[in-house]
């Protein structure tokens, strides 16, 4: 049952936020007239159905065929706007409307090397991501192109305080500020995918990154609007068609794409398209992408090929203000796990793992897997009074997958994701606003064969939050919790279920019109995981025969982030230090005891705490050349001891430079991180390295179509470097030299 006191502390929020509605329906704001034009910035030309929003407000509106758009009646006030394109790079403008004028915004979209990045994950609706209270990157669709790849960690492995955990490249998957597994959400416009890669590290995130509008990054504890295991950060996969279409567009839009590497024989195509018509748009995708075992300096790592058919079709019904959209989509793949049937075999008690294989067969360890996902969006916008938006998301995913040994199943696992997610933005009219909402999700989990190492069980939580932001003068300060029940019922145990309270306050200072200060305090709890509590037997994953504990209490997180931040015409800047003190903290604490050749671990609680960082430099050395510079660091221990977490990632810095030539950008980079001799007891030490990457394409745009032709050298001078964050490090190194192309065609 839910205690008094955090009750009583959601109580508080939610009285807030009523004052705040009874304030809107007592009063109405003096209003002025927005308006503008859309154009081609190579070569003039009108942009057709662009969409223009203010962020604040909610608000958009489509260009019309001269490229123009307009708003009446905006309250007056400052405002970000924001111009989208399919395509075309965001382009965002601030501007300040007066009682009874009209403010004049127009937008030049291209294909910019730096560009504004728009984040609608941090706080549930769009935002700049200069302007949000939580560290955010944000790829859009142009950075994807050159960036896809078989698994979401390979796709963000390079942004500023985001690693990537594998056992192999079919298993990569995002580690944030140090924060693995269970405790970094992966989502699907905004809703859990419902995979399992969180469970080991043997197991996929796979990504198709064609029909994604953006991919969105938020570091640090996200548990106030996405749940429990948020308490690392989220990975969000965004679409226009769930969460960011709101008005249908007239025409067809699309795109082509087309990839291939050497070094591991990758070859990916993908088209897609959206027609709109009235109110209605319809949309369809589909892409394959295949890649044999990949080359290091060492020589070719053995069963590391991936390959992955994807797909997904959808409509959308957008009126004057209540919007639906509908959407199917799977993933259905095969990927190799180097190295696992070293491991695997010692499941056989009669099997001595000194003895050698002459069956090269024996040590072919594959993940076959399929995953279908529904999408339902529907809601009310623009709707005068209080509240200027109601949003209801409703999905359903489940993942399959089967560990296959000599092509034979060895393990099977099912696992169906129920997810509710209701959200109420009110309206901008005053200074507070913010988003209130509930949560819901229900899971069925069963796995078969000699690593089913739960039992079948079900899961169940149900979550009410509110985040809220107060402007005042230069500053705005953000504040909002979430009260959450969840548990767990498994065939044959005892039921276990956890409540907590998660808080956050925050201040946001606006030191000039380009400079701002933001600094957060975080409370965040964690239910542990299915896994801790009850797996027992071997888990080749992650390399130990693994012993959880039914009894395991919930972690309690206290953090302190802080952000300077610098977004002006020559420079932009960004330093973000974070600190975090976890109490009951999971991890698998090894014993000497060894069992089917594995060393036994259990899953224990001990208190712990991540400091660290990133900073971000790029400065113009002329219009057409900026150079980039960036760190990030991150230093994780147990409290008790100041024993170090595994798989820390070392201390890691990029030197490179942005030129740009008409429609031709270059892009060297210089990647070097430190050796990484702070180990928990069962690690090896990792030796730093230095690597070389090169980056050119061309971009032709027209009015209603673009062409784009890339090509890069990965690890240019050919470098035998290891992750230190693979559970194989030692035994499979890095991807050697290679030579990336890709063509891209965009019409809209």
């Not at 939580?134 to 790829?139: E, R």
């Not at 990949?294 to 992955?308: A, D, I, K, Q």
Request: aromatic content about 10%; glycine content about 12%.
């Amino acid at each position: 049952m839910f205690s008094s006191r955090t009750i009583s502390l959601f109580g508080l929020f939610l009285l807030l936020g009523a004052a705040h509605a009874l304030h809107l329906w007592a009063g109405q704001s003096a209003t002025g007239t927005l308006r503008g034009r859309v154009t081609v910035r190579d070569n003039g030309a009108a942009v057709i159905q662009a969409s223009v929003r203010i962020l604040q407000l909610g608000r958009s509106a489509s260009t019309d065929g001269d490229g123009r758009y307009e708003f009446d009646a905006v309250p007056a006030g400052r405002y970000d706007l924001v111009c989208h394109m399919h395509a075309l790079s965001d382009e965002v403008r601030t501007v300040t409307i007066a009682p009874g004028e009209v403010a004049v915004a127009d937008f030049e979209l291209s294909f910019a090397p730096l560009r504004h990045e728009i984040t609608v994950t941090a706080t549930g609706r769009e935002e700049t991501a200069f302007q949000s209270f939580q560290a955010v990157t944000s790829l859009d669709s142009f950075n994807l192109v050159g960036k896809n790849a078989f698994a979401l960690g390979e796709v963000v492995r390079d942004q500023p305080g985001v690693h990537a955990r594998s056992f192999g490249p079919g298993s990569s998957r995002p580690v944030l500020r140090g924060f693995d597994g269970d405790r970094v959400l992966v989502l699907a416009d905004g809703l859990p995918t419902g995979t399992l890669s969180a469970q080991s590290g043997e197991h996929a995130e796979p990504l198709d990154a064609g029909h994604l509008d953006r991919l969105e990054i938020v570091k640090g504890p996200a548990t106030l609007l996405y749940g429990s295991n948020a308490i690392g950060g989220v990975v969000n996969a965004v679409t226009e068609h769930h969460l960011l279409h709101e008005h249908a567009h007239e025409g067809l839009r699309g795109q082509f794409v087309a990839e291939g590497s050497t070094n591991n024989r990758r070859a990916s195509g993908g088209a897609g398209a959206e027609y709109g018509f009235g109110r209605w748009i319809v949309w369809g995708h589909g892409s394959r992408q295949v890649a044999g075992d990949y080359r290091s300096p060492l020589g070719r790592v053995e069963n590391s090929e991936t390959r992955m058919t994807s797909g997904n079709v959808g409509f959308g019904w957008f009126g004057a203000r209540p919007f639906v959209s509908l959407g199917y989509y799977f993933n259905d793949g095969r990927f190799g796990i180097p190295y696992a049937g070293r491991f695997h075999h010692h499941h056989d008690e009669g099997v001595d793992p000194e003895d050698e294989h002459d069956d090269p067969d024996a040590d072919q360890v594959d993940e076959t897997f399929t995953w279908q996902n529904v999408r339902l969006t529907a809601g009310l916008k623009d709707l005068g009074g209080a509240l200027e938006r109601i949003r209801v998301a409703a999905g359903f995913s489940r993942w399959m997958h089967q560990e296959r040994e000599s092509d034979v199943v060895a393990t099977a696992f099912d696992n169906r994701t129920y997810n509710l997610r209701a959200t109420v933005e009110q309206k901008k009219s005053g200074p507070l606003n913010g988003t209130t909402g509930v949560q819901a999700f229900r899971r069925r989990y069963r796995s078969e064969g000699e690593e089913s190492l739960a039992p079948p069980t079900a899961s169940r939580g149900l979550a009410i939050f509110t985040l809220q932001e107060l402007q005042f003068g230069r500053g705005t300060l953000q504040f909002g919790g979430r009260l959450e029940h969840a548990g767990y019922e498994p065939e044959g145990l005892p039921e276990r279920s956890f409540t907590g309270f998660s808080g956050a306050a925050g201040l946001n200072l606006k030191l000039s019109h380009d400079t701002n200060l933001v600094a957060n305090y975080t409370h965040s709890y964690r239910v542990p995981a299915l896994e801790e509590l009850y797996n027992n037997g071997p888990h080749i994953g992650n390399i130990a025969f693994e012993i959880g504990d039914p009894d395991l209490r919930r972690e309690a997180a206290d953090g302190l982030d802080a952000s300077l931040r610098h977004h002006g015409e020559l420079v932009h800047a960004r330093v973000n230090l974070f600190f975090y003190r976890i109490r009951d903290f999971v991890f698998l604490a090894f014993t000497d005891e060894e069992r089917h050749g594995l060393r036994v671990a259990h899953f224990s609680q001990a208190g712990a705490r991540f400091a660290g960082g990133e900073a971000q430099l790029d400065l113009a050395l002329s219009p057409a050349l900026w150079l980039n510079l960036g760190m990030d660091g991150v230093r994780a221990e147990l409290t008790d001891g100041g024993v170090p977490l595994p798989r820390i990632p070392p201390l890691r810095a990029r030197f490179g430079f942005d030129a740009r030539y008409k429609g031709f950008l270059f892009r060297p980079e210089v990647v070097m991180a430190s050796d990484q001799d702070r180990l928990y007891p069962t690690e090896t030490r990792t030796a730093g390295y230095t690597v070389v990457n090169l980056e050119a394409s061309y971009i032709l745009t027209r009015a209603h179509h673009a062409h784009v032709l890339a090509a890069s050298v990965f690890n240019v001078g050919d470098r035998l470097y290891r992750n230190h964050l693979s559970f194989i490090k030692d035994l499979a190194p890095e991807m050697g030299r290679g030579v990336r192309f890709s063509y891209s065609l965009r019409f809209f």
